[in-house]
């Protein structure tokens, strides 16, 4: 995917960070995110999630673009369904339209995608993690993605400051050595209050 031209990304500060590869939906109701939302359909062009907190904006962010319409409502809101591109970096904020604009650049870089011991590596702790979460594992979702990282960090328990950090890491390497490091300490404590759970359960006693 190329970014548009500078200044020309549209910005939708949310409380949330969007990676490359993830769908996420949302509702949008205010008049100056229904004016994204209909510039982005009318030119097929994308906008750029952001994780914002008050009036504090991450630097980083990703690329989304509408993937599907799922409801438009009488009162002109709109229930739609983005999905993460391209990583960036915001080098300046404007607001020549009703919503934020920004020119930023690439934060894509060319790295040799690790493909060994450490892919494997947070494969095995992320099925762990849902075995013990009591979700289903499917294999199949770690066959596509080169990046392999973004996946698990979809669904590996990281807060949004988490997510932050592992979304400006450069390299697949960098980010896989932060989630396995991550995933050895979140495991034994969920094992830990399993056990705590089952206890409870069983009145103070396992069960045969």
């Given at each position: 995917m190329a970014?548009?031209?500078?200044?020309?990304l549209p910005l939708f500060p949310l409380g949330l960070v969007?990676?490359?590869?993830?769908?996420?939906?949302?509702?949008?109701?205010e008049d100056r995110y229904r004016d994204l939302v209909r510039h982005?359909?009318?030119?097929?062009?994308?906008?750029?999630?952001v994780l914002a907190d008050g009036d504090e904006m991450a630097r980083v962010g990703c690329a989304a673009r509408i993937s599907r319409v799922l409801q438009r409502y009488d009162d002109g809101r709109l229930d739609i369904v983005a999905v993460g591109e391209e990583?960036?970096?915001?080098?300046?904020?404007?607001?020549?339209?009703?919503?934020?604009?920004?020119?930023?650049?690439?934060?894509?870089p060319i790295e040799q995608l690790a493909i060994g011991e450490g892919r494997e590596r947070v494969i095995t702790l992320h099925m762990k993690l849902l075995e013990l979460a009591g979700e289903a594992i499917r294999p199949a979702i770690y066959e596509g993605p080169?990046?392999?990282?973004?996946?698990?960090?979809?669904?590996?328990?990281?807060?949004?400051?988490?997510?932050?950090?592992?979304?400006?890491?450069r390299t697949e390497e960098e980010r896989l050595r932060?989630?396995?490091?991550?995933?050895?300490?979140?495991?034994?404590?969920?094992?830990q209050a399993r056990e705590r759970r089952?206890?409870?359960?069983?009145?103070?006693?396992?069960?045969?």
């Open positions: 970014l548009p031209e500078p200044d020309a969007l990676f490359p590869g993830e769908a996420v939906p949302l509702h949008i109701f982005c359909l009318e030119t097929d062009a994308p906008f750029g999630v990583r960036f970096e915001v080098d300046e904020v404007t607001q020549e339209r009703s919503y934020l604009t920004a020119r930023v650049r690439s934060y894509e080169k990046r392999i990282s973004f996946v698990v960090a979809q669904n590996a328990g990281l807060d949004n400051a988490r997510k932050q950090d592992l979304l400006e890491l932060y989630l396995a490091d991550y995933l050895e300490a979140l495991l034994p404590e969920l094992k089952q206890r409870v359960q069983t009145n103070g006693h396992f069960k045969e």
